[in-house]
């Protein structure tokens, strides 16, 4: 279960990277040294990969259990 919380977490933490204006109103990241124009973009998209592979590796061990 903690691995499906936590691929839940990543997806969400990058979809929230990429589209903070949206969100809250004003990009959070704006100022930042790291995630600042289109890094933003490849971080948030980095994010969401990791949170995929780490649901798949979370549903391809559960079922791995069960046989």
């Known amino acids: 279960m903690l691995d499906y919380f936590m691929a839940l977490l990543m997806l969400l933490f990058g979809i929230f990277v990429m589209a ?28 969401i990969g ?3 592979m780490r649901a798949y590796r ?3 061990l559960s079922k791995a259990d069960n046989e």
């Open 58 to 60: 979370a549903y391809f």
């Open 50 to 52: 990791y949170g995929l």
């Open 20 to 47: 903070s204006e949206k969100f809250i109103g004003y990009d959070y990241f704006e100022d930042s040294r790291i995630a600042k124009g289109p890094m933003k973009y490849v971080i948030g998209v980095l994010l």
